[in-house]
T-cell receptor, first 114, second 111 residues
Framework: SAVISQKPSRDICQRGTSLTIQCQVD?????MFWYRQQPGQSLTLIAT?????????ESGFVIDKFPISRPNLTFSTLTVSNMSPEDSSIYLC???????????FGPGTRLLVL | GQNIDQPTEMTATEGAIVQINCTYQ??????LFWYQQHAGEAPTFLSY????GLEEKGRFSSFLSRSKGYSYLLLKELQMKDSASYLC????????????FGTGTRLQVFP
């Protein structure tokens, strides 16, 4: 199974600033994803992080607000730009194993925007 | 659009059996996952179904009917530690595979 780590684990940020979240997987994986989980709710897919090309965003999410990088097969970053209190949430990184029959999650980054 | 529905909350008694249902209407179905999520933690993988039928893993079993767009997670011999949210998630294929989550079911187990 893949082990996924995220940094930071939590942060408190001021409105209007940006935060970059890092995700590291301990083995080469094909697919990496970023999710958001707002308090008391299920997970919402933000985007698929593509290695060496632009991320694929879901409806309601745009690159200017959530720029994503994936420079290699084991690392990705998500930036939450120009933050507002509505961005307070848990952000989770995820990856699939080679066969695609298991998808693992990182521990999440808890973000509070004041 | 993609639609994945689960009951919002369920309660059960320690030692009992509980069935959590999930219905879905998605395009490009390519498999279904169940995850367990305790409060404040990341989701952990429970099961994966891609063919019709029942998959059993210890106290947990998961069933899939692709023709009916229906799955359930069965938890036997419930324990207090099974109190958690249970998330149904469908792999949809459109250009690439991606995992879309249902609304989640919060299960409370009472002594």
């Amino acid at each position: 199974s893949a082990v996924i780590s995220q940094k930071p684990s939590r942060d408190i940020c001021q409105r209007g600033t940006s935060l970059t979240i890092q995700c590291q997987v301990d083995s080469q994986v094909t697919m990496m994803f970023w999710y958001r989980q707002q308090p008391g709710q299920s997970l919402t897919l933000i985007a698929t992080a593509n290695q060496g090309s632009e991320a694929t965003y879901e409806s309601g999410f745009v690159i200017d607000k959530f720029p994503i990088s994936r420079p290699n097969l084991t690392f990705s970053t998500l930036t939450v730009s120009n933050m507002s209190p509505e961005d307070s949430s848990i952000y989770l990184c995820s990856s699939t194993n080679r066969g695609g029959e298991t998808q693992y999650f990182g521990p999440g980054t808890r973000l509070l925007v004041l | 659009g993609q639609n994945i529905d689960q009951p919002t909350e369920m309660t059960a008694t320690e030692g009992a059996i509980v069935q959590i249902n999930c219905t879905y209407q998605t395009s490009g179905f390519n498999g279904l996952f169940w995850y367990q999520q305790h409060a404040g933690e990341a989701p952990t993988f429970l099961s994966y179904n891609v063919l019709d039928g029942l998959e059993e893993k210890g106290r947990f079993s998961s069933f899939l009917s692709r023709s009916k767009g229906y799955s359930y997670l069965l938890l036997k011999e419930l324990q207090m530690k099974d109190s958690a949210s249970y998330l149904c998630a469908v792999i949809v294929s459109y250009n690439t595979d991606k995992l879309i989550f249902g609304t989640g079911t919060r299960l409370q187990v009472f002594p």
